[in-house]
């Protein structure tokens, strides 16, 4: 069972290789079954996001993630990316302005979406160009950092992605549209949803479902939070679905749902390790000390790279310092995508705790 990412759902990116328009795979993100690599030491380039020198574990874990926004491999890159939004801002601004004119049309699409979520608007002139990008979906991430940092955008382009027979494509333009808070994109939500998905798998049109539930709700159309809700009793045979449900519950903080992701994560005869670990990151998202931190912890060291990596996740949403002390071991495993969720964490506890002292 492959579980969903935990950012950028639907962006389907195992469409991996260097064509930057290559057909999206049918698989969405997974460390599973990726062997462990041997990364190069950091060798510093003028073109490059430069490294910030120290022994501490943030830096480290610094070092680990602009490490990897260099690798051969594009998953890799987008991951270190994305877990750069917990750091300085200059660092950020300097990996995501490097990887706009990336390669691969995965990366491309993190990073446009990084200048809007992290409103690095000094950046957004970068954009531009994104708009003529092969990829719609990459076209569709640099409209929404445009609108994000005040620029004016038509958004008949995106509701036109939302009408497309291709998964990604109305799975990304959903949720573009939810996180533009433009009310009149209600509309166009409702009636993508009327739209016979016919070429689409049952269980694919259920994820791309609850992604246009969930940008209904950040609409205020907060009806659509029971569709969300349901969904997290899918049965076995559609865990993905389960899973997705428990990550917008979280991203939502739905706190109607705490006792049933409670019950998820405590149930190992119920459930498989990598849905109580979902259910476990979800539950951090809306409430952290109801997280079994305990339970949690046991994964560190499992034999899945798939399920460490979720554990490290966790343990950066629940924010507790004293997760940095595994978290700090798990800097150093075996797997760069168990690397990456580590590094992503222990910026994410050490910004937290930062953020707490200036309050």
């Known amino acids: 069972m492959k579980i969903l990412p935990s950012v950028f759902v639907i962006l389907m990116v195992a469409a991996c290789g260097p064509d930057p328009v290559t057909r999206a795979s049918e698989e969405p993100w997974s460390t599973k079954n990726k062997s462990a690599m041997t990364m190069n030491e ?12 120290g022994t ?3 830096h480290d874990a610094l070092r680990r993630l602009l490490q990897n926004t260099e690798s051969s491999d594009p998953r890799l890159r987008a991951n270190a990316i994305e877990a750069l939004k917990y750091s300085q801002e200059d660092v950020l601004e300097e990996a995501v302005q490097f990887a706009l004119g990336d390669e691969n049309r995965g990366v491309r699409f993190v990073a446009a979406m990084m200048i809007g979520e992290n409103k690095l608007c000094n950046l957004s002139m970068l954009l531009e160009p994104l708009l003529l990008d092969p990829s719609e979906s990459v076209q569709a991430a640099a409209l929404f950092s445009i609108y994000i940092c005040g620029g004016q955008v038509d958004l008949n382009p995106i509701a036109g992605l939302l009408q497309s027979s291709n998964p990604e494509l109305r799975g990304n333009a959903a ?7 433009n009310k009149s994109a209600v509309y166009m939500i409702r009636d993508a949803l009327k739209i016979p998905q016919e070429s689409t798998t049952p269980i694919r049109r259920r994820l791309i479902n609850l992604q246009m539930a969930e940008a209904l709700v950040l609409l205020g159309e907060r009806d659509e939070m029971e569709v969300i809700r349901a969904a997290i009793f899918s049965s076995v045979q559609e865990a993905e679905v389960t899973a997705l449900a428990c990550q917008i519950a979280g991203r939502l903080h739905d706190y109607e749902v705490v006792s049933t992701l ?3 994560a405590m149930s190992p005869k119920r459930y498989p390790d990598e849905i109580r670990l979902v259910a476990a990151t979800a539950l951090a998202e809306i409430a952290p000390d109801r997280m079994p931190l305990d339970i949690v912890l046991q994964f560190s060291a499992n034999d899945s790279a798939s ?8 343990l950066g949403v629940q924010g507790n310092q004293l997760s940095l002390g595994p978290l700090a071991l798990m800097l150093k495993d075996d797997d760069p995508f168990v ?3 580590a590094a992503g964490a222990i910026l994410r ?4 705790d930062s953020m707490a002292i200036v309050d």
């Open 349 to 352: 506890i050490d910004n937290a």
């Open 262 to 264: 409670e019950s998820i």
């Open 307 to 314: 399920i460490r990596s979720q554990c490290a996740t966790a």
């Open 42 to 53: 950091y060798s510093g380039s003028s073109n490059k996001p430069s490294l910030v020198d």
């Open 339 to 341: 690397q990456i969720s």
């Open 175 to 181: 949720m573009v549209l939810g996180k533009m808070n």
């Open 56 to 58: 501490t574990v943030k």
